[in-house]
Structures are given as C-alpha cells and as structure tokens.
C-alpha cells in the first residue's frame, strides 16, 4: 500500500505541470505537455517494475528496454528495413494507391459502387490472423507476402474513404459545373479530387497504423530469419523479452512517424478545410 | 431486385475468378504428385484433380461452401465442432471488447475536446497504441491478467477493446468538434454551460461520427477477439478454430471459420448501421 | 426563351410542393428581366429550370430554339447562385478562372479576364486570397465576377447583390447596365428590392407562390439609358408603385 | 483435494495424451488431485506462465527451459517423460540431399519460438554458415504446417514424427521421397517434454509431495496410453475443444509418441542431461543464445524418487 | 453600453488585420442603434466583441457597468447571426426552445412564448418542419424567433432581413420596432439598407473599413412613433439622405 504514495504522488504532480503548461498552448508547450506526459508513464512503469519486483520475463522495466535497444541497434535497423521499410510501406503504397484508382473507376459506374462496396466491406471484414498464414503460403516467406496481406488491409479503408469523398461535393457546386457544361475529366479534377482530398487523408491515417500491424503480425506467420515479427516471436521464445519490447518501441516510433509525416502532408493539402483554418 | 442485380454480379464474377485461381494454384501439386507416380494427367483430369484436393492451395468455393455447410448446419450447435458454437464464444468477446472499447473511446473524446492537458497529452501517445502490434503483446496481456487471477472473457475482450478504442477515440474527437464557430457562439450567447453545450450541441453533431466509427470499431472488436483467442490458449473460438486450421494444413476449415467471421462481422455491421438509422431518423437528421 | 405552361412539381416526403404550375413566358435576346416574389414563390427554381438544371414536370421550355440542355452543353449560361458556393481550396482568382479553365480558354486570357472582372466587381487585389478570408459581401462579389468571366450569352442571377451596401450596389447596379448595353446580353436576374427591379430591367416578372406562378408582368417604359438619378423621376416611381401593388396582392392570397 | 495446474507447450493432442489420460481416467483423483490441463499454441511461452503464476507445472523442451533459467527464471526439471526426441528435418530427395553434406545451397524450415536451438548447434557442429550464400543454408522461419515442403519453398522442414511427419506422409508423398534427419541420431539430440516447476515450490516439502503424486499419476497415465492407443487418441479428441483434430491422425501420432515415451518412468537421465548441455554449450552463437555456461540445479531426482518410492 | 477606444486585430498569416480602430461609442438603455458601412468594415466584428464573442486587443468596453463577458454570464443578449444557423436535428419550433431549456424555462412556458414568437416572425404552422425544409428567408425568420424568446435586455441583429422581400421587410420592420417600444430593449442593428436604418433607429453608426472605424453617428430626430410612411416625410429624406453622404464618404476613402 505504502507503494502506491510515490505513485500517486507523481501521477499527480505532473498532471498538474501538464495542466498548467496546456494552457500556453504554443507549439513547444504542446510537444512539451505530450512528452512530459509519456516520461511520467515511463517513470511510473519503472516504479511499479520495480516496487511490486515483476519478473522481468513477464515486464521488463524501461530501463532495460533502453539498455536492450543500446545494445542492438544494427539488429533493429535491419529489422526495421525489413519489416516497415520493404513490407509495409511498399504494400501501403501499392494498396492505397490501388484503391484511389480503383475509387475513381468505380466512381463512374453506381453499378460496381453498389456491387462492389458490399463485398468489399465483407472483404475488409476478414480477420488478418486467418489471410496472413493464406498469403504467406501463396506468396512465399520474404517481404512480399508481408506487403501483400497490407495491401489487403489498406485497400478498403482507403476505397470507402476515397468514394465518399469524391461524393462529397455539395448541390451548388455540382450545379455550377454543370452550368459551365464541364466534362467529367475536367469536375474530377477540379472539383471531385480536391474535396475528396479531407476524406482520402483521413483512410491514409487510419491505415498508417494498420499497415504497421499488418506487416509485423504476417512474420509470426513464417518469414526469413529477420524482421521485427520474426524478432518478437524468437525473443519471446527466448524469453529475452527487452529485446521484445525494444522492438516494440521501435514499432510504435516508426508508427507515429509514420502517422506524423501523414498528417504533416494532410495539413499542407487541405489547408482550406474548415477543421484546419481555426 | 434493383438492389440485389449488382452484388450477384460482383459475386459472381468473385466466383468465377476464384475457380480459375484455384486451378491455376492448385495444378502445381497435381502435376507434381502425377510426377511422383510416374503418370501423365489429361487437361481434363487436370482440373478435376485442381477441385477435390484434400489440401489445396486455395480450397474452390463449392469446397469452402461445403466447408461452411457442415459447419454451421451439419452440427449440433453445442457441438465443438460447430462454427455456430465457436461464432458465439468469439462473439462475446467481440461484444465486451465492443462496449469496452467505444466507452472508453468516448469518454477519452469528451475529456480531450473539454481539457486542452489531456488533448495534448493524451491523442499522441493513442496513436502510438495502435502501433503496437497487438498479436506481440497479447500472449503477455493474458499471462498478465493469469497471474493477476482474470481469465476466461475478459483478457480477450481488453485486447478487442484496445483495437475498438482508437476510431471510437478519433471519430468522436472529430465529431465532437464539427460544430461551427456559429454554433458555439450561439451557445455562448445564450452563456450555456459546458454541459449544456456538450448534451445539446457536441453530442447531437457527432452523432453521424459516432455511428461511422462505431461500425469501423465493431469490426475491429472482432478481429481484437479473434486475435486474443490465439494466446488464450487456443481452445475455442473462431481464433482457434483458424489456428488448429492451419497447424493441421487443413485450409477448407481455414477458409471455413475465415467466412464465418466475415459473415460475423458484417452481420454486427449491419446492425450498428440499423440503430444508426433509427437514431438519425428519431433525430431528424436522416433525409 | 420561350416557356409554354410549364409545371414544375417537387415530390416530398409530406406530398407534391408546386414550385411553378403554368407558367409562360417569353424573354426575347436582349432583354433584361427582373423576377420579384416573395420567398418561396419559385424564382429560384425557375431560373433553375432555365438553365437545365432543374426539370419541368409539365409544359415546355425551349433557350434559343434549343432544350435547356442543349444551351447548357453549348455554355451558354453564365449563372450566379443565391450563395456564392466559392472553392474553399482556391484562391479568389483561381475560382474566377476555374470556368476559364474548363472551357479552354489560354493561360494568358484567363489572367487578362479575371484581372478585368476582379475590377469590375471592385476586388482588384483580392485575387490572391482564399473565400473564406473575405467578407461575406466580397465573396459574393467574387462569384458575380466569376459568372461574368467567360462572357455568355444568357446571364443568370440569383439575388447576386443581397450582401452588398446600398453604395456598393448601386454602383454595380450601373456596371451591370453598362455592361449589358455594351454586349447585349440576356439577362434573368432575381431580386428582393423593387428599386432594383425597376432600375435595371426591361421587363419585370411578379411571381406569388402556392402554387408558384406569374401574376404580373411589366414592361419598362423607362428609356436604355438609365442614370442613376433616373430613380427619383415620376415614371420610375409610378412603376415602381405597380411592382409593389403586385407584390401586395400576392402576399395578399397568402393570407 | 489439491489444485494443480498444467500448462502444455502446444495444442491438445496425443503429444499429451498421458496427462489426458491420466485425467480422464481418474488416476489424479486417485491421488487426491484437482488438475487443470491448460493447452498451448504457438504464441504461448509456458515459461511466460509460469512466471505469472498462471501454472505449477509446464511441459517444455529442456533447451528452452535452460535458456530461461539463464534469464533469472529458475525453472527445474522434476521428471522425464518422454526418453526419445521426435525432432526430424526431412527433405525432398529430389532436391538432392542426401547427407548432411549436401546442405550448403538449400533452404531449411525452422521452427523458433525457443525451438530453434537443436538446429543451430546442429549447423555449429556441422560447421555450415546460416547467413545463406553458396555454402551456407537459407534459413526460415516455418509457420505452423508442412506447407513450405509441399509447395516447395523449402527444401528441408522441421517435423516431429508423431505429426507433421505424418502429415507429409498423409499428403501422398512416400517415405522414400524424402530422406529424414534425425537429431538425436546426428548427436545433437535434446531432451524434449519435461516436467518442469519453479525452484521455489520445491522449497515446500507439502508442495514436493503434491508433484510427487502429479507425476505418478502422469507417469500411469502414460504407461496406460502406451497399452491402450486408440483410447487414449479417442480421450485426446474429447479433451478437444476447437474440434479440428480427427481420430486418425491421433491415432497414428499416439502409436509415434508411444515410441518415445517407452521405457522411461519418469526419472531423468542423467547422461541425456549432460549431452543436452554439452551440445548447446558446443554452439554458443547469437542465434542460439540459449545457456552460456554449465547450469546449476537445473533438475533434480527428488520428485520422481518420491514418487516411485511408493 | 460604453466602448472606450476599442482596438481589435486579427493575427492572420498576411499581416494584422485591423477590424476596429480606436471605436468610442455609448449607447444608452432603451436605444436603438444601427450600424451601417460598406462590407468589411467592423459592423459584425463590433457587434461581436459586445457579446463578449471577439475579446478587443485594445480599449475598454462595458455593458451595464459590466464587463461583456459578465454580461453574457447574466444572459443579458439575443443575438441574430448573419447566417441562420439553425441546428438541424431540431425542428424549428425545437430551435427555438432551445435557448429558453439552457436558461431553466418551464415546459408550459416555452411553448407558449414558442408560439408567441413563431406568430411575431410570421412562421405559425411551420414549427414542426426541420430547417432543411423551410426556403432562406423562412430559416432567417426562425433564427430571428429564437433570439426573440427568451427577452434579453440587449438584442444585437446582424443582417437579420437580408434575405427577405420588402412586404415581408417592412412587416417586419413594423413588429420589431412595436416590440421595442412594448419591451424597451436596447437593440444594436446591422443592416445594409439606408431607409430600414434610418425608420428603425434612434441612432444610426456609420463605419468606415481600412482600419475599420466609425466616421459619423446620426442622431434620428424622428418620434418614437413611427408609421410606415414616415419613409416619404422629407425629415426622414433628410436624414437618409446624410447616412448616404457619410456612406459616400467612406466609399471615397477607400480609392
Ligand atoms: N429540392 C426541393 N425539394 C422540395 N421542395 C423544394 C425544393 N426546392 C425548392 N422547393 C420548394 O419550392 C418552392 C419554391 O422554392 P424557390 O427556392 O424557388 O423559392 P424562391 O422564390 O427562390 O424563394 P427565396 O426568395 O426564399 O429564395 C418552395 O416552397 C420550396 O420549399
Ligand atoms: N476571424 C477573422 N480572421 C481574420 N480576419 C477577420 C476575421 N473576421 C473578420 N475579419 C476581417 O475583419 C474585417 C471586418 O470584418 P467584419 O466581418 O466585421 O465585416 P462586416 O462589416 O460585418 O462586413 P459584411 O457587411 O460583409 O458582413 C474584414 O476585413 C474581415 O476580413
Ligand atoms: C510455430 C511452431 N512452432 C513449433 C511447431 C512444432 N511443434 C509442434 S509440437 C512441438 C513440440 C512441443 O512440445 C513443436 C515444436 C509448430 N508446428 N509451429
Ligand atoms: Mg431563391
Ligand atoms: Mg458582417
């Protein structure tokens, strides 16, 4: 019980740095209260770590994850490039860019929309534990089966996304094209892509994420004798479980990134979207 | 009709594509073992070999819809060998991880749109969360609630309630946020409370978001109670029945259990998307 | 523009509304017709109706010998909506091109006619901007120039000058009538102020609602060339008086 | 009665059919105790649970059980059950190996999970480089099933007789297609299921009895499955609850099982011990970190003494 | 009402933008004050920091010898946006009430001054509708409605008839200033039209943009009784006839 004092002490007090700090609301304190506030997790896991003495093969502390990735860092480079860099941003890349395509083609024919958006939200439905082992065993142990099953996972959220956005056009503007008698080539361009552009970025955000997870749960599932799924699995055999961990904080810090460089470029492209001009 | 005329195509087409995928993957091994006994296969026997493997490359439909059939139909629902049986114990963990996860969604929402501290330090680091990979994590999940005394439901529906709380999170954020300045300085004006504002202006505007994130997070629920039934032991669900499915090489029983939860989930879809209907139209704000 | 008996019904949730029910009318090349009614009475749906994008239920409607949507395809319309439905991710002269750009027109012409309307509407350095750093006057000025960019025949506005000062409109009323009497073009153009109404047009169409209909229409006695000061002559106020009688009398059936 | 519960390093099947028997058939209650079987998977460390407490006694492979007593989890081994090691590789003839010698080039399956380290000692001794390249072999990681085989993206996979063996066997391909490896043959054999508890509870002398009576009862389960094969395949299949095994494939796997299991009561043999040490001592390497110096009270002969004392 | 030097910027990505430069005004209790001036000049930013919605960067402001924002805590405004913003998931009568449920008005109460108000703005029938199904000019009276019902001591409209014909207008413009006198409300008044500033207001604000500022108050020395053909009496002439100089004056300043 007398554990939990410093706990809550520390939970606490900067809770209360953070409120305090919010209030600025500058760019620095903004990056600020969110570190500060992950540093105080950090520390608190530390402390629960090591007051309630967790085994370490159950949850490592911090500390030993930090020692961990010190000491492997070529390992987790080549495990990244592996994982993230062949297997999920190619197969990002590929299954987004697939689906805009495919948005537009479909776009045109309420025929395929209403055929296709069903089966596709069945499609999008099937759980990627039961599709990993599947392409593994068609496309074989390296990266591309990896980059396949995130294609399969980006490819819809990205669809529904991309034709509810080139619908998201208002009765005037639809009117005004067409008293200008604009071609279809020409109200795609100027008026369909730029207003679907708030819906597509929000698909490309959630599946930032997703391509992440897609890719690193398709190596449990047979892979070459590296990556950051192949590393987890044999380390969580191993037990070396800060190794475990190491990889994991290099996961989450390549998917916020990941996310982050998403968002960056949303906010360039949809300046003018009314959530953003505040 | 009109409705039902473009999905049988698409489907199939489906159908039709499939076939002819699964001749094309499934050849290779019939020649091969036609090679190991020595024998020449005719075109014919070819394709008809491509059909009726025990285990091929990509089982055709009518084997999967067997496959489905027996499961679903050609057992006692009570039976372990029954999709319907293994569909309901995946099915509750979908449903608490569900209600989990969307509370917890929302009311990390509704603290984020009404506390700048928690905005800031909290969104950043619940997008980190989503990039952890839950299948890494979720053995240690369950032996951690094991030893803490929590088996059984529970440790499946937190892992399928950290799946379901993120588009809950974000949908509602954003949600939460549509009302346009107009709108708040009408509130203002009237110098309505905080409580006011959310009850009659924040939460009627999210209502659309809501809906659209809960049928992405139902889903997700699924795919969380799934993937936390592998760890749990592998016993049942359709988690396992997937897992025994491939360890054993069976892949029409993979394909099999694969659709089940595809089904379940677009069933658990479909009756979000209900209750949307009902609320939006009891809120005037269907068309 | 010839309307024979044209009937426009919409069908609601809660039965037929009847926008337009019989009406006729026809608007010889060159003209300058007002429509004034209350809200609701169909002026929009109309003007609607005119330029294709609405279709008639009943009767016939025909734009230079043509259907409406002949006309459409041909371009002829220049039309300005009630809102001005600017491209938020566009500035003020990229909007102003944008019909430039969909009917072909060159680099250098589109910058030379946006530069020339941008005057026109009073906005000359606004250009750069984006609609929603502009007032709610401006913008509206911005999607008048817009229409006026690719000079068509027919001209089409729907309330174009509701957010503007008196001086500012006033002085757009002029450009307006300058404008017309340079290119002799159609104009349909809708408005709520009966001063308007009378000082720009050569004929004025009174429109009552439920269902919507024409119960007057009146021709301008006053000559082509109209100064400002045109306003305070008798035969200006005696037909602004006949508007607003029959103006009065379809309030009055509502009643 | 006594609570005890097992955690099993993989899913339900004849691999375990003892315990299952054992419990089926009342032998635990027979020693006045309540035993919960808790099957594994693939992503189940057993050692994982242990240290949670989620168990009082795990199967494991010793490899694997030693490398955790390194990590600071003191895992013991209280008895033996099963003599022999199951772990083969099998290879394709047709891809041309025929010896050891004939690796360099080829694709091998391995399965990990704490499992990979026979192999890599193996190639230690064997002296064949695991990078890929012309003489070395292309390591990867083999998922659950024998699929890499049969469709050819491996040359060689890791098998356990009593199971993916018979599943390559089942797929139509003959005996004599393939050529087997057997590690305990090629010297770098490693003693697979154990029983295994945490030094802690065999500080509790109520508690040693407790796994006294837990391995007699198992060992008598065993003994009984070995005699009665088709039961114990038909008591693996109700123990079953994702209801994917059939009763032919037990079948086969109990008669392979009960090979290894014949002969032994339980009690660890010391001289396999010290070759399983040996041999993982013989290739320490980043692959195969599993013990890096001679454990310490790593088994011990008191549970089984106890047990068989009776 | 008293502004003291009132300063506001807008911080924007081109620069500061100055909405009101050094604005001095007191408006008494019981007045009715118009503001007038070309678009962009300050009139909705004025209005605005009034109701504590814009904090002014400079300068002093009180309300009844409060600070705006305490006047707001106190509920002392109705304010008619310059758009209607009605919330859609609320039919119209809903709307209304809206207000009146944040402030604790009984149930009985709120339908009663509900109805009250629908029949002020002409709207009786239409309460149950949902915004969407009403044409502008109907949503800007129910917008009008809403800030009427609850009978705060300040009623600040911006543009409130802009989207009306003048029938309908002048009506209007009756009942509003019928209610004034009834209820003694001070009321601040946005409006692009000369005659409606000048036959509502005791005293008409004209505004000048670029920095935004006021160039002229008019005292109206109409009565307080007004009837609507006051608008040809050569006072009022007079008195519109000096908001359109100073109108003029503004205009003239910006070229
Ligand atoms: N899409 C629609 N569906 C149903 N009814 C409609 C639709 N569009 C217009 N109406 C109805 O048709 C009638 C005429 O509408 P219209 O917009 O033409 O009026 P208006 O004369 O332009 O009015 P205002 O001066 O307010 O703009 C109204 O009663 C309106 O409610
Ligand atoms: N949020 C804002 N950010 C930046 N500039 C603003 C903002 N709001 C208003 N402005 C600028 O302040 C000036 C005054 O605007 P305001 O809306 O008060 O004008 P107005 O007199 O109401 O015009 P109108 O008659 O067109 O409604 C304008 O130049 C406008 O562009
Ligand atoms: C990922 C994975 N790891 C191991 C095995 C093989 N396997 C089945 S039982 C067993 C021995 C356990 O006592 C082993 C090693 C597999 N099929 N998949
Ligand atoms: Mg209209
Ligand atoms: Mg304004």
Known sequence: MTNAVPIL??????????????????????????????????????????????????????????????????????????????????????????????????????????????????????????????????????????????????????????????????????????????????????????????????????????????????EFFGSPTHGMGFRISTAVGQLDLPLVWAEIVVAAIAGSLFYGIVALVERRVTFWHPSRRT | MSRAAPILTVLLAIVVIWYLAAIGMNAQWAQDQAARAGTELSTQALIA??????????????????????????????????????????????????????????????????????????????VASQTVPILAIA????????????????????????LSFFPVLVGMVKGLRTPDAMQLDLMRSWSASRAQIFWRLRLPSAMPYLFASLKVAIAASLVGAIVGELPAGATSGLGARLLSGSYYGQTIQIWSALFTAAALAAILVAAVALVERITLRRMGLAR | MTADAVDLTFQTADGPVHALKGVDLTINRGEFVSFIGPSGCGKTTFLRAIAALETPTGGSLTVNGMTPDQA?????????????????????????????????????????????????????????????????????????????????????????????????????????????????????????????????STRIVVMSPRPGRITDVIESTLPRERPLDIRDTPEFIAIAHRVREGLRAGHADEA | ADDLTLQLKWVTQAQFAGYYVALDKGFYEEEDLNVTIKPGGPDIAPEQVIAGGGADVI????????????????????????????????????????????????????????????????????????????????????????????????????????????????????????????????????????????ESSLEDPEMVDKLARFVRASMKGW??????????????????????????????????????????????????YEETVATLLSAISPENPAITKEPEGAWTHDVTDAALAQ
């Open chain 3, 72 to 200: 459409r395809r041909a371009r002829a319309y220049g039309y300005v909506f009630q809102a001005p439905g600017l491209y938020p991710w566009r500035t003020i002269a990229g909007n102003i091109a944008l019909p430039l750009e969909i009917m072909g027109f060159s680099k250098a012409d589109r910058r030379e006619r946006v530069e020339r309307v941008l005057g026109l509407v009073e906005l000359d350095g606004f250009g750069g901007k984006y609609p929603w750093q502009l007032s709610g006057g401006m913008q509206q000025r911005a999607s008048i120039a817009r229409a006026l960019a690719f000079d068509a025949d027919i001209l089409l506005m729907d309330e174009p000058f509701g957010a503007l000062d008196e001086i500012v409109r006033d002085r757009l009323n002029e450009a307006l009538l300058d404008l017309w009497a340079k290119t002799g073009k159609t104009i349909g153009f809708v408005t709520h102020s009966i001063p308007e109404a009378v000082y720009l």
């Open chain 4, 223 to 272: 003994k009984y499955a070995e005699e009665n094969p088709d039961e114990a395949a038909q008591i693996v299949i109700d123990n079953d609850e994702t209801g994917a095994q059939t009763l032919e494939h037990q079948q086969y796997m109990m008669g392979e099982v009960a090979k290894l299991t014949a002969g032994s009561d339980g009690t660890l043999d010391e001289a396999a």
């Open chain 4, 59 to 198: 199967v494991d492979w010793m490899a694997a059980a030693l490398a955790a007593r390194e990590k600071g989890l003191p895992l013991v081994n209280i008895a033996q059950p099963f003599k022999q090691g199951g772990l083969q590789l099998t290879c394709l003839k047709e891809t041309g190996i025929e010896t050891p010698d004939d690796f360099p080039g080829h694709t091998l399956g391995v399965w990990f999970y704490g499992n990979e380290y026979p192999f890599y000692a193996w190639m230690a001794k064997l002296g064949v480089p695991t990078e890929g390249g012309e003489d070395g072999v292309t390591v990867l990681k083999q998922g659950f099933n024998v699929d890499p085989l049969l469709q050819k993206q491996a040359d060689c996979i890791s098998v356990m007789t009593y199971n993916e063996y018979g599943q390559v066997l089942d797929a139509g391909i003959t005996p004599d297609q393939l050529t087997t490896f057997n590690y305990l043959e090629e010297g770098v054999g490693m003693l697979e299921d154990g029983l295994y508890v945490v």
């Open chain 1, 9 to 218: 002490a520390l939970w606490l007090g900067t809770w209360g740095l953070n409120a305090w700090l919010a209030r600025f609301d500058t760019r620095a304190t903004r990056f600020l209260v969110a570190l500060i506030f992950g540093l105080t997790m950090l520390i608190l896991w530390e402390m629960i770590v090591r007051l309630y003495d967790v085994p370490s093969v159950i949850l490592p502390a911090p500390s030993q994850i930090a020692d961990s990735i010190a000491d492997h860092p070529r390992l987790l480079w080549g495990d990244f490039v592996q994982t993230i860099l062949k297997g999920a941003l190619s197969g990002w890349i590929m299954g987004a860019g697939a689906a805009v395509i495919v948005a537009i083609l479909i776009d045109r024919s309420p025929f395929l929309q209403r055929g296709l958006l069903p089966v596709g939200n069945f499609v999008a439905a099937l759980p990627i534990v039961g599709i990993a082992p599947i392409l593994v065993m068609w496309f074989g142990f390296d990266w591309q089966s990896k980059a396949a099953v995130v294609v399969v996972m980006v490819f819809f959220p990205v669809l529904v996304n991309m034709i509810a956005g080139l619908a998201d056009t208002n009765a005037l503007q639809r009117d005004q094209m067409a008293t200008w008698s604009a071609g279809y080539w020409q109200s795609l361009l100027k008026l369909r892509l730029p207003a679907a552009m708030p819906f597509l970025f929000n698909g490309l955000k959630i599946t930032t994420t997703l391509a992440l997870i897609g890719a690193i749960v398709a």
């Open chain 2, 139 to 162: 053995p240690m999940v369950i032996v951690v609630f094991a030893s803490a005394g929590v088996t059984g439901l529970l440790p499946k529906a937190i892992i399928s309630a950290w």
């Open chain 2, 49 to 126: 070999d491509t059909m009726t493997q025990d285990r091929p490359v990509l089982p055709t439909p009518h084997q999967v819809a067997v496959g489905l059939w027996d499961g679903l139909a050609g057992q006692a629902i009570t039976s372990k060998r029954s999709l319907v049986w293994h569909g309901w114990v995946t099915l509750a963990a979908t449903l608490a991880g569900f209600g989990i996860g969307s509370a917890a969604g929302i009311l990390l929402a509704i603290g984020i749109v009404h506390d700048r501290a928690m905005d800031q330090s909290v969104m950043p680091w619940a």
